[in-house]
């Protein structure tokens, strides 16, 4: 993932600033709104932006630090960030500044900003967001006090930001079984496990531990160790129950509980039929370093 950074020289606002309310134009910290913020793009949608040089990354990554800074010579300035309600839910990640119906919560509001403002965050979820800022339009010059009276913000400008989820590489496939005795003595390295030894180990490739196999009466849960994910494949979960222990071979394709675990999914749980023993067969692929 890359941060690209681009300078402004039009007003566009920055994000969840831990900055300033100020008075006397001097500046005090002002409170920071609780959720992480995120990296900044933009474009002039109302009024002019003729007062902040803007210099910020477009793109960031999920979690990557990053710094807003923006240079100002006077005025006063507000943020705030969009959002719209859908069947009660707050959505902030998939907006555009032209998505009907977005309503704006204030991020912070400087008093009197005759200083740089610097900031650094990050946001921990992939999407679009779209912020605005906001500042009195027609300052006088040069700066004075009157700079920091009756704040307006008859200029506004709706900018846009990408969030981006870090690339993530897999290695080749491997087939996975709870841990337990084998099916089949001298056969293949399936293996099944009695409903009492539960949890046991997930072993994939007969000797890679992939992450543990737990029941509870009614459920069997898979979790998977760091490192390790579900196949993109249909039904890379299958399950079947005994009520004796098993001495033929198993195909799992005709087991009877056969779902798709969603990549990501950890830990992930299938009800099942009460059984004395069950063989748990999963898909699974490694998480390697990119090329």
Not at 58 to 84: H, N, P, Q
């Amino acid at each position: 993932m890359y941060m690209n950074l681009k300078s402004l020289a039009t007003l566009c606002g920055f994000f969840l600033l831990l900055l300033v309310f100020t008075s006397g134009c001097q500046k005090d910290e002002a409170a920071s709104v609780s959720d992480s913020t995120t990296s900044l793009g933009w474009r002039d949608e109302v009024g002019e932006c003729n007062t902040v040089d803007l210099t910020y990354p477009e793109t960031i990554g999920v979690g990557e630090e990053f710094s807003i800074l923006a240079e100002v010579t006077c005025g006063r300035i507000g943020l705030d960030r969009g959002y719209i309600l859908v069947g009660g839910d707050t959505v902030r990640n998939d907006l555009t500044c032209s998505t009907p119906g977005i309503q704006w919560q204030e991020l912070v509001l400087f008093a009197c900003e005759q200083d740089d403002a610097e900031w650094t965050g990050s946001l921990s979820e992939p999407g679009d967001y779209v912020f605005r800022s906001r500042h009195n339009a027609n300052e006088p010059t040069p700066c004075g006090n009157d700079d920091c009276d009756d704040f307006t913000g008859n200029n506004q400008c709706c900018f846009e930001i990408v969030v981006v989820a870090d690339e993530v590489c897999y290695g080749p496939g491997e087939t996975a079984w709870s841990d337990g005795s084998e099916y089949a003595e001298g056969g293949q390295w399936a293996t099944f496990t009695a409903a009492g030894d539960f949890p046991v180990t997930l072993y994939a490739g007969q000797t890679l531990e992939a992450g543990t196999v737990s029941y509870d009466g009614t459920s069997i849960t898979i979790t998977l160790a760091a490192g390790w994910e579900f196949a993109d494949v249909s039904e890379n979960v299958k399950i079947q129950g005994y009520d004796v222990a098993p001495t033929e071979e198993p195909v799992p394709g005709q087991f009877e509980n056969k779902t798709t675990a969603a990549i990501g999914s950890s830990p992930y749980s299938v009800a099942v039929d009460a059984a004395n023993y069950y063989g748990v067969h999963v898909d699974l692929v490694p998480i390697v370093e990119c090329e």
